[in-house]
């Protein structure tokens, strides 16, 4: 573990194997060595500490003294220092909100977790764009962006590779992907990105010149100077939740989404049939009154995308490929040139998939956890079924994405029930425990401790001293 903690880490110059730089810690891998950690925690059990936090889905996140956190109540947007060791907040900054927004019941106003380059903070807001602050809570720099077109609110994180900032966007219409300098905000590139919908994966790197989107139907590899698309792979889903996790030369891509599973795909008929079936005023796109058709109606608010009142081109060729779309899991090899689908892809699993929890890799096993508790572990070079099953005593729903401490796997419930597993094809439950608070932050592993952050605290954890 110690080896690839610090081949991870060499992806993100500045970061050293015992910090946490970023959703999911060093590239998104949700991979920590930490040792020595309590089986047994929970309010009052094991507990360091927990300080009260403003409302917020996203996960603490260390610098070498720091931690750092976002949160949100009814009129600001909150960007939250506090002390590594025990906890105090030491600033807090505040953002103006913006009432345009729009959110998934699930998603929140600080969902989007921040990233520091081990000294400096930066942090995404739907509602807001980016913003950048010192360690003494000083503003660096900002960049308003939005209003975003996307009915479930943003869920991206930023990611850093070297001296520049990455930040998906990716919507219903409008999406694009930036390169920021993270010294000064400026604009480096943006790269447009008309054929996706709305998207909540975070980027991660594949070595330190290439970056990583999982987005609409495809996986496109850009240049991190530049923001040209390098190679891409098709076949994904319509809309990807999950960040995808890296090993051995190999991307593991997971998208779920509703109407996609194997079976409910149909063939839809070219934009052309329809306009010369429903255009009645010959005016080159459809009103939802002219369309008579019961089933697109009912869909009306998914189809149209950009929201002009009327079913244009794009529109039907978004929902052409949303109806094609195939949920899976896909291994797919990494580097080439151009569309690389028919030589990348190496195996797509089809069955159990979570909706949003990313995947996570350890001693070639892929793990995933959904909703109900249900555990699968793959073999990582095939996407042979190892074991499922269920975390008994941890039902429920499942935001939170699964993580990696040793050989322990922790999963956490909406519900605040976490699940420590003995990792391995038989892995093993070893123990359930109780927050008594819902939890959709992914937590973090430093200082031979657990930080988890429910939707009122930040708990830190660790063994009791003898």
Known sequence: MRRIAFFLCSLVPGVFAEEWPQFRGVNSTGLSNEANLPLEFGPGKNMAWKTSLPLGHSSPVFSKTQIFLTGFDEKSLYIISLDRKSGMEQWRRALPRSPQAEYHKQNSAASPSAVTDGTNVYAFFTEFGL??????????????????????????????????LLMLCDAESGSFFLGLHKDTGKQKWRRERPDVARGFATPVLSGTKE?????????????????????????????????????????????????????????????????????????????????????????????????????????WRMYQTRRQAVNSVS?????????????????????????????????????????????TALDAKTGAVLKQGRLTGAPGDYYASPVIAGDKLYAISHEGKVAVVQTGADWQVLRINTMNEAV?????????????????????????SK
């Open 131 to 164: 913003v950048s602050y010192d360690a003494a809570g000083k503003e660096r720099w900002r960049l308003p962006l939005g209003p975003f077109n996307n009915p479930f609110g943003m869920g991206a994180s930023p990611v850093l590779s070297g001296d520049t």
């Open 331 to 375: 291994a797919i090899k990494l580097g080439g040139k151009g569309d690389m689908t028919q030589s990348n892809l190496l195996w797509r699993y089809y069955k159990s998939l979570p909706n949003v929890p990313s995947p996570v890799l350890h001693n070639g096993i892929l793990y995933l956890v959904k909703e109900s508790g249900i555990l």
């Open 440 to 464: 959709n932050a992914t937590p973090a592993f430093v200082d031979r401790r657990i930080f988890l952050r429910t939707h009122e605290h930040l708990y830190c954890f660790a063994k009791e």
């Open 211 to 315: 970056v990583l989107v999982a987005g609409s139907y495809q996986l496109v590899s850009y240049s991190v100077a530049t923001g040209e698309p390098i190679w891409w792979v098709g076949g994904l889903t319509w809309q990807l939740k999950p960040t995808p996790v890296i090993g051995d030369g190999v991307v593991y891509v997971l998208g779920w989404a509703g109407n996609s599973d194997t079976g409910q795909q149909e063939e839809v008929p070219p934009f052309a049939d329809a306009l010369a079936k429903w255009d009645t005023n010959k005016d080159g796109k459809l009103s939802q009154a002219e369309i008579t058709d019961p089933r697109l109606t009912k869909e009306w608010t998914a189809m149209d995308l950009d929201r002009t009142g009327f079913m244009e081109d794009r529109d």
